[in-house]
Nanobody, 117 residues
Framework: AQLVESGGGWVQPGGSLSLSCAAS????????MSWYRQSPGKERELVAT????????NYADSVKGRFTISRDNAKNTVYLQMNSLKPEDTAVYYC???????????WGKGMLVTVSS
């Protein structure tokens, strides 16, 4: 299985970015999908999760109201729309797929998002 992130880069504070994660080699609709991030010197943290049918989402308190996770099972893709970005959102963002109850999980390689003026 493979997860490939795209859409990262540099943005000024207050700006927006949209991340995508394309999955292959797995039955995408079986997997809950998440975005994690890791800043230098910090542990990897959960940003947002969406269940396999897309009917439930959860967010870290630090991004609630600013970030939106969504998925398109027909395209095997999960998205993260990030608005009102802050310098503290600067991190490597990782896509994560988990087949709950079966012990199967996969990580993407990560993608850098930099928020600075």
């Amino acid at each position: 299985a493979q997860l490939v992130e795209s859409g990262g880069g540099w943005v000024q504070p207050g700006g927006s970015l949209s991340l995508s994660c394309a999955a292959s080699g797995l039955t995408f609709s079986y997997y809950d999908m998440s975005w994690y991030r890791q800043s230098p010197g910090k542990e990897r943290e959960l940003v947002a999760t969406i269940t396999r049918r897309g009917d439930t989402t959860n967010y870290a308190d630090s991004v609630k109201g600013r970030f939106t996770i969504s998925r398109d099972n027909a395209k095997n893709t999960v998205y993260l729309q990030m608005n009102s970005l802050k310098p503290e959102d600067t991190a490597v963002y990782y896509c994560y797929a988990r087949f709950q109850g079966y012990g199967m999980a996969y990580w993407g390689k990560g993608m850098l998002v930099t928020v600075s003026s």
